[in-house]
């Protein structure tokens, strides 16, 4: 079998640039946001708080794909205007998804990277448009996708000219209902050991439970991961979606403030 | 939690016509074909000899989600081409996979029939846009889609305005590895008790073994299917694509003659 | 790797005699009666009703498996006692699950067949003892056991000097929660195709929805079992466990009148 | 529903003795050794390289629940004996695997902690018999348990009188095949969040590959785990089973001084 361009053996690791932000440094990156784009008073406050404790990057939903055609499908390019405007702002860099290959062009004039989602990763069509394109793609495992369908994924973004993609593991279907997914910290780290691209982590899916998001976070920074992207409201239980998974922009400090020790741990194992 | 369009308690279970076939009546429909249209001659052959042993319609792809980019992907237009030339010589209707929302126009001008694959059964932009047209759509279940995923994927595309939607078990992923996929005959039995539409299962995909797929089709029948999609070929070991699950049309023959005795036990109870 | 005798190449088919029944012969056995023994009146009651409508041979748990140690755990010996004290009485043969090597030597006193249940299908202690004594067994499927497995541990019976084991499909546990288990039927056809030992379904765990039962009984004999074993009560709601799987008698007896339209087909494809 | 006895709101969480090392307290245990024991002077060998890197308990397989009756079984009551000695040797306390309840009587001469295999925890016969004798308990989660069932099952041992139960996670079993098992985590989270327990690791069952059990290790500790169960030997390569995911000694040092760095962030959350 050929080697894939993302493999290890094919040459240096990736870094992903998003403005000043480097994914696949010594700097581990938190992305957090609501997520749902509401509003947007509701979003710069929030963007404004998440900045004050560390925070380096954006993330909110305009285009959500919801189970239910009957589900708040979010507030669309609505949505994208807000968070373009709470980006300039703040001097924040954000993420959103996009869902449709016709969409791609010109989302690119209001994000700073694409996140293909869990239910897109095998939608090759969309996969081979974000080829194309020079924008950073984040690009979430698939609900029941192996580590060798994932990178593959990855090599469709790659061969097509835009190898700027970092991975994000957000939890696997298995039979477990206690939690939402079950998150596979055994994937970030094989992807350290045989995958250029950087990988980061997102616990508020991989775990569906906010109690669980700030020692998972820590784990997943331990397992290797490159950052973390974290569910997070001004009023978590008021959040238009997900409100079970979403913390406190105080709980994300402590967490920020962990992630800032196993740094210290990591850098020295590194020196 | 509101009904949806597509449970029974909404109305008449719908019988979905693909030119004089009708899905979800007393008649099981059987589809067949290669994996993949490969060449206008060897398509043609392969139709003349399915329709003699009593297959109603064709299958062949043109478009293959094909996990690794540097896999076959299928001859594309080229591929709708043939299937719409074979289509018309043998007045044989056909089914064909569509994965990008913007092929979707076009398409209809080549096939009776749009197949949503597993890989997609969660592309709402290419559900939504399915939902706006007036051709009858084979929605199969997606890998790890739970049966209430399913039936809302379907619901998009019925609440869009085309209820001409048939469902397609073609098993999950489990830790099973001896098969392929599992094949779960329950989400058959159950689309039966609760749902409008009509149900065919794909055995080829939910055993990945030619030598089960007899076995399994049978079984897919007895427990309430409307028909079946089997992948055949005159020369089995040399398809392009799946030649393990691939069956020849002699052992498909008698597939058919099965199901047509089970067909005359069911026609019976309901007399 | 060496051939298991279990398997295909190793010898003739199995045929497993219990009392006057043969699995694996022509006729297809039907097993029947409530999830737990409760007294000896209502299980006489039941059998009655039971061998009324064809049904073979008598199930009823005495030593119950339940996941919280608060839970009933069945009558023990009580439940013995009545059990083989309803088969002399009605002349039908029992089977009962026993879950304690030091259980074995004593329950053959009581039981025609031994069944090893789901959550001891890997329990290799009880396993080897088995294969010790000349008694027939019930091996179910580990819930989360691969075919391998399953097959393996049936090994563990066989050449340990006892060949009389049955196999029992009784599904496995996947992402799906809509059933309680998924039902796999490709391990039916995979065993009739490389194994030498009979294979029996339980729909009643298998799907855990009485409405899907009978579907799923007429699916598995045409997927290729050689019988079925399914929980009934002569008052399915008032059953003291797993109530909700349970069938009424009258729902049972067309289940066995449609198993024995099947066995015409398949007799016919036979002669 | 009753709270159990293990849950967090009956009472303060149960610390774990075994000889002078404590579970569930500030320091975290490391338990390592070779998978199967082979013999005295090797074993013992093992013993003293683990003392010296820190390593403060000792595993090896005496009784082994093999897949295949042909497999090696493990050195039986002779394995019992060269753990014995080597532990008196050491001064290491020692933790085996016991399979059947008829054993359990015997064992506790020749060890200091009785482990509960992944394929027994289902196995209420053998647990029972667990919760009458006083002697610590290592209750590795069932292959495919969820969180509740295996809480339940430590229940079964704690409602019987020994409330000495560390319990480990070891991976379950999903679609996943890269891994030999998904390592989840998240279930070391919910433990520390919602039981009374203490809680360790196991790594090399969770991966099944030696390159991972270094980063596994330590997200299992930023996790919240009280502890690692890793296997290791002088030769991983030549190591009877499970050589894979076997690691040196040297590896396993490297290992401990990250956990030890570890302990220092979660001491000073903690002061």
Redesign the interface.
Do not use: H, Q
């Given at each position: 079998m050929?080697n894939l361009l993302v493999d290890k053996k094919s040459g240096d690791d990736i870094k992903v640039k998003v403005r000043d932000l480097k994914f696949g440094g010594t700097e581990k990156i938190i992305i957090s946001g609501p997520c749902s784009v509401e509003n947007y008073d509701l979003m710069l406050k929030i963007a404004i708080e998440l900045k004050k404790i560390g925070v380096q990057m954006l993330r909110g939903g305009a285009f959500k794909?919801?189970?239910?055609?009957?589900d708040f499908q979010g507030l669309q390019f609505e949505g994208l205007k807000i968070l373009k405007a709470v980006s300039r702002e703040t001097q924040m860099p954000v993420v959103t998804e996009i869902?449709?290959?016709?969409d791609v062009e010109m989302s690119m004039d209001f994000t700073d990277m694409i996140q293909v989602g869990s239910?897109?990763m095998?939608?090759?069509?969309l996969l081979k448009e974000l080829g194309k394109v020079n924008v950073p793609i984040l690009l979430k495992r698939g609900?029941?996708a192996?580590?060798?369908?994932w990178l593959?994924a990855a090599?469709?973004i790659v061969?097509?000219g835009n190898e700027n993609v970092v991975l994000c593991e957000r939890g696997?279907?298995?039979?477990?209902?206690?939690?939402r997914n079950?998150?596979?910290?055994?994937?970030?780290?094989?992807i350290?050991?045989k995958c250029r691209l950087p990988v980061i982590v997102d616990p508020s899916h991989?775990?569906g439970?906010r109690?669980?998001v700030p020692?998972?976070s820590?784990?997943?920074?331990?397992?290797?991961a490159d950052g973390l992207i974290i569910e997070s409201h001004i009023s978590p239980e008021n959040s238009l979606s997900d409100s079970r998974q979403t913390i406190s922009i105080e709980a994300l400090g402590n967490i920020i403030s962990?992630v800032k020790?196993?740094e210290g741990?990591f850098y020295?194992?590194k020196a």
């Open positions: 050929r794909p919801r189970t239910s055609p009957y869902m449709d290959p016709r239910r897109n095998y939608n090759y069509s609900m029941s192996t580590l060798s369908e593959k090599e469709y061969s097509g696997i279907r298995t039979f477990e209902s206690y939690t079950t998150l596979d910290l055994n994937s970030v780290a094989a350290k050991k991989g775990t439970l109690e669980l020692n998972m820590l784990a997943s920074i331990a397992a290797g962990g020790k196993l741990i020295e194992d």
